[in-house]
Nanobody, 117 residues
Framework: QVQLVESGGGLVQPGGSLRLSCAASGSIFSIYDMGWYRQAPGNQRELVAGITHICVPNYKDSVKGRFTISRDNAKNTVYLQMNSLKPEDTAVYYC???????????WGQGTQVTVSS
């Protein structure tokens, strides 16, 4: 059983920054990629950023230049540095990992990010 433990969400003013962390623990044999999805009320869950086991990142267009994803393979941990936050970034952010490219994601419990003045 693999668990994903997220931290770092909260309330921030527009233009502010937050850093999300997600640590994977348990019976981990391989990790193809890890990253973050988000879901705002009434919207579908969408990919924000992912990073592969060889540290190739992938970003949603609207966060490019503002968000940075990084990964510590030794700790099975992924980070999302979010700068210049906007109200439209408000959502529940879910960490995920995939053991391989053909397997479905394993999800964290989610952490709320609210950008508001």
């Amino acid at each position: 059983q693999v668990q994903l433990v997220e931290s770092g969400g909260g309330l921030v003013q527009p233009g502010g920054s937050l850093r999300l962390s997600c640590a994977a623990s348990g019976s981990i044999f391989s990790i193809y990629d890890m990253g973050w999805y988000r879901q705002a009320p009434g919207n579908q869950r969408e990919l924000v950023a992912g990073i592969t086991h060889i540290c190739v990142p992938n970003y949603k267009d609207s966060v490019k230049g503002r968000f940075t994803i990084s990964r510590d393979n030794a700790k099975n941990t992924v980070y999302l540095q979010m700068n210049s936050l906007k109200p439209e970034d408000t959502a529940v952010y879910y960490c995920y990992y995939r053991p391989s490219i053909i397997q479905r994601p394993v999800w964290g419990q989610g952490t709320q990010v609210t950008v508001s003045s």
